[in-house]
């Protein structure tokens, strides 16, 4: 991170655009409608150049909600809600026979619910039901479609710590089961399949807490055994603050990049949970995936070529305005070995910062030691103070963490940043990314 080229000149043709749609790990995901995106424990299909993203509203009781995209950034509200039901948890949609189907856990049961187009009305389809063929209940749903044979499988896990795959009939109804894994406590299953291999990710159980999510890989979905587990991201990481909800494949013109999608919740599984969308590396010979992770980044949806923030003004916290007992401090992972410390009693503010006007992306480079339980707060232009942990989940975990803030065109922005608590917290720099 610290190696990270940084463009301080800047091409004029770039000022004033407006583009700014970034994937950004953690933080609260706006609609293009000013909403926060309310679509947890979802899936996204691809159709003809479009995306649907499906997903249950944690602030209309766990309803089924939509939002399409061209580009995997921004996302636009479908005629919310998909169906009167509530609290129908992970909704996966498939489409076994020219009809859209969204599958759902309602009482520790499938529900299924079938519509004509996939972003119209859906109605219900039959009664809740058990699975095939233990009756087991169970609690997450995952979705697959094997490229081999077209055929769409639901991923359930299934009480008595049984991930089970079962195939989806053409009539809709849920068919036998393929596979199953019975190797501990897992849930969120999601699967993704490259080069022949079948690569099952699966979360373990501990709630609404993030824990290190695992991969499992077989060469035969049906009935083949499962190698594994294998951790996704370094352990400590917990999957970024996060759990697997579905893995998304984009075949590009130039590369096929693989997108983990999970879900960052807040407690309780509420409004305030975010989404961590990673590109996934994959080992083909050691038969591995791995998280990549990037503080903010984005996908050409048709070259599948993933990109990072290039175009940044950098502003260092050692050049800005001091208030307080906030010090200039020597810090040996700052980019000048220079950083500002002391921000429980004081604060740093950038003056003179240019922005597009608009909501923007600004990269607070700071970090908060282990052991602290402390908050940054953000104000610009002399707004209200707002803790960065209520912006992007990532607060406190990762030394980069950007957040949108509403920036007035021109250079005359004031951005403030202090910490509630935690004498430990260094601030290097922040950069207004502008591409
Ligand atoms: C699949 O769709 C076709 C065309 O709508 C229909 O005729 C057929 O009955 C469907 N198959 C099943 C098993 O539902
Ligand atoms: C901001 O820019 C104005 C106009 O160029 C200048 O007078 C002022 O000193 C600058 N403020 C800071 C804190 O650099
Ligand atoms: C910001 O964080 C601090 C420390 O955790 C907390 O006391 C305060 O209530 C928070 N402010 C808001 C607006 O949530």
Not at 82 to 101: D, E, F, L
């Amino acid at each position: 991170m610290l190696l990270q080229t940084v463009v301080l000149a800047l091409g004029a043709a770039s000022v004033g655009q407006a583009a700014n749609s970034w994937i950004v790990p953690g933080a609260a995901w706006m609609s293009t409608s000013n909403t926060k995106i309310d679509a947890h424990g979802g899936m996204v299909y691809e159709q003809g150049d479009t995306f649907y993203w499906v997903g249950q509203s944690a602030s209309h009781n766990e309803q089924a909600y939509m939002y399409t995209s061209t580009n995997l950034l921004d996302w636009t509200p479908a005629s919310n809600p998909k169906n009167s039901i509530q609290y129908m948890w992970r909704p996966k949609v498939a489409k076994p026979n020219g009809s859209w189907w969204i599958y759902g856990q309602v009482d520790r049961n499938v529900q299924a619910m079938k519509a004509t187009t996939i972003d119209g009305s859906y109605v219900l389809s039959g009664g809740k039901v058990t699975l095939p063929p233990s009756g087991y209940t169970y609690s997450d749903t995952g979705m697959f479609r094997d490229d081999a044979d077209q055929t769409w499988y639901l991923l359930t896990s299934a009480d008595h710590n049984t991930v089970q795959i079962n195939r989806i009939n053409a009539d809709g109804t849920v068919g036998d089961r393929v596979n199953y894994l019975a190797k501990g406590a897992y849930e969120a299953p999601g699967m993704l399949k490259v080069n022949g291999i079948y690569y099952l990710i699966v979360s373990g159980k501990t709630g609404w807490r993030s824990n290190p999510n695992q991969v499992f890989w077989t060469d035969k979905l049906v009935g083949g055994s499962w190698n594994g587990p294998v951790g996704i991201a370094p352990e400590a990481e917990k999957t970024y603050n996060s759990q697997n909800t579905f893995e998304l494949t984009v075949t590009g013109s130039k590369k096929t990049t693989y997108i983990y999608m999970g879900d960052s919740w807040d407690s309780k599984g509420g409004p305030d949970s975010n989404y961590v969308w990673l590109p996934i590396t994959v080992d083909t010979s050691g038969k591995k995936l791995t998280l990549e992770y990037h503080a903010q980044w984005k996908i050409d949806v048709a070259t599948g070529e993933v990109q990072v923030p290039s175009v940044k003004r950098r502003y260092e916290a050692e050049h800005a305005t001091l208030e307080g007992r906030a010090a200039v401090a020597r810090c040996e992972h700052c980019l000048n070995k220079r950083g500002v410390q002391k921000l429980h009693e004081g604060v740093v503010s950038f003056a003179n910062v240019t922005g597009l006007g608009g909501p923007q992306w600004v990269q607070f480079h700071y970090r908060v030691p282990p052991s602290s339980d402390a908050e940054a707060w953000v104000s610009v232009n002399d707004g209200p103070a707002v803790n960065i942990s209520s912006l992007n989940h990532r607060a406190g975990y990762h030394s980069v963490v950007p957040v949108q803030l509403d920036l007035i065109e021109g250079s005359e922005n004031t951005i403030s940043f202090g910490t509630n608590g935690g004498e430990g917290i260094v601030l290097d720099g922040i950069e207004v990314v502008e591409d």
